[in-house]
């Protein structure tokens, strides 16, 4: 489907201010576009709108070198809805979109959303070739007839608050960081599968998620979290790795759930990374292995303990 295509499907009724980006984590640099958009759309009583790219742009034009996803589409839709705007319109992001000028996305904006506002990063390029930055997109805008906004970026310790920076600290298993950036713990959905049963066999049963390959996860170890089963949240301790004790292949997450007793196969669970207890390791044996774990889960209680 073509842009045209793609913002004809979203009715307006009245202008619209906008902006645009991927919003992967919909992070504290994001929600301050998302607020100065609905600000801006405020002023001119205009209608706010979040247009969201996916797939991530690298992911199309570097075949071969996809970009970890922080957030899935889905949530990152309900993510902005709840800052307030009035539209959050997803864009497939294909070559054919690409390789648009700024200008011709611009005026694709203009007639399909009656754009009158476009609020961007300082960093901020659209269009081929990334030709559309704040310069550019100010003379087109006074050309097509939409105010150009800018707004700073945003900063945590003098450092650029960005989606890359969110990946290097999950890679780092910095959780706590991310989270900090991100504004809440980073989530992670799954349903819940049989594994290899080896948790259970050490005297610590767990729930085993499989994890999607393009999900960004922190780098392998064992973390303090919380997880959701329906309606409820346990304290959790949560491994990601390949179980090198047991000379594993496969990335997994397995969550013990403490205070927890039932049959989770088939559920949907969430589980909210809250900091990191150590990293992965490969032990002598499985019960130099059982002993640290009762370690871990001490120290993760100690943890979520001090978050509460």
Same mark, same amino acid.
């Given at each position: 489907?073509?842009?045209? +295509?793609?913002?004809?499907?979203?009715?307006?009724?009245?202008?619209?201010?906008?902006?645009?980006?991927?919003?992967?984590?919909?992070?504290?640099?994001?929600?301050?576009?998302?607020?100065?958009?609905?600000?801006?759309?405020?002023?001119?009583?205009?209608?706010?709108?979040?247009?969201?790219?996916?797939?991530?742009?690298?992911?199309?034009?570097?075949?071969? #070198? %996809?970009?970890?996803?922080?957030?899935?589409?889905?949530?990152?839709?309900?993510?902005?809805?709840?800052?307030?705007?009035?539209?959050?319109?997803?864009?497939?992001?294909?070559?054919?979109?690409?390789?648009?000028?700024?200008?011709?996305?611009?005026?694709?904006?203009?007639?399909?959303?009656?754009?009158? *506002?476009?609020?961007?990063?300082?960093?901020?390029?659209? =269009?081929?070739?990334?030709?559309? #930055?704040?310069?550019?997109?100010?003379?087109?805008?006074?050309?097509?007839?939409?105010?150009?906004?800018?707004?700073?970026?945003?900063?945590?310790?003098?450092?650029?608050?960005?989606?890359? !920076?969110?990946?290097?600290?999950?890679?780092?298993?910095?959780?706590?960081?991310?989270?900090?950036?991100?504004?809440?713990?980073?989530?992670?959905? %799954?349903?819940?599968?049989? %594994?290899?049963?080896? *948790?259970?066999?050490?005297?610590?049963?767990?729930?085993?998620?499989?994890?999607?390959?393009?999900?960004?996860?922190?780098?392998?170890?064992?973390?303090?979290?919380?997880?959701?089963? *329906?309606?409820?949240?346990?304290?959790?301790?949560?491994?990601? =790795?390949?179980?090198?004790?047991?000379? *594993?292949?496969?990335?997994?997450?397995?969550?013990?759930?403490?205070?927890?007793? %039932?049959?989770?196969?088939?559920?949907?669970?969430?589980?909210?990374?809250? +900091?990191?207890?150590?990293?992965?390791?490969?032990?002598?044996?499985?019960?130099?292995?059982?002993?640290?774990?009762?370690?871990?889960?001490?120290? !993760?209680?100690?943890?979520?303990?001090?978050?509460?």
């Amino acid at each position: 489907m073509s842009l045209q +295509d793609e913002l004809t499907s979203h009715a307006v009724r009245r202008p619209t201010v906008c902006t645009i980006g991927v919003f992967d984590g919909v992070h504290a640099g994001h929600r301050a576009l998302i607020e100065a958009t609905i600000d801006q759309a405020a002023r001119q009583q205009a209608a706010s709108a979040v247009l969201v790219l996916y797939p991530h742009p690298r992911s199309v034009l570097r075949l071969g #070198n %996809g970009v970890p996803v922080i957030t899935p589409l889905d949530e990152r839709l309900d993510l902005i809805k709840a800052c307030g705007v009035d539209m959050a319109i997803p864009i497939t992001f294909d070559r054919d979109l690409a390789n648009l000028t700024a200008r011709e996305f611009a005026a694709a904006l203009v007639s399909r959303l009656q754009m009158t *506002g476009l609020v961007i990063g300082a960093d901020f390029a659209l =269009g081929r070739d990334r030709s559309g #930055n704040a310069a550019a997109l100010q003379e087109i805008g006074t050309q097509l007839g939409f105010e150009l906004t800018i707004i700073p970026l945003v900063a945590l310790t003098d450092a650029k608050v960005s989606s890359t !920076a969110v990946r290097t600290a999950l890679a780092e298993g910095d959780v706590a960081g991310a989270a900090r950036m991100l504004e809440r713990p980073l989530l992670t959905r %799954g349903t819940v599968m049989h %594994g290899h049963q080896r *948790g259970r066999q050490l005297g610590y049963p767990t729930a085993n998620l499989r994890p999607n390959s393009d999900r960004a996860l922190p780098a392998d170890g064992i973390y303090a979290t919380r997880t959701y089963v *329906g309606d409820r949240v346990y304290d959790s301790a949560t491994y990601v =790795g390949t179980s090198p004790t047991f000379d *594993g292949q496969e990335r997994i997450i397995e969550v013990l759930l403490f205070d927890f007793s %039932g049959d989770l196969y088939d559920a949907e669970i969430a589980v909210e990374w809250v +900091d990191k207890v150590r990293g992965d390791q490969k032990f002598a044996s499985a019960e130099a292995l059982q002993q640290q774990m009762a370690l871990d889960v001490v120290k !993760a209680k100690l943890m979520l303990a001090a978050t509460l």
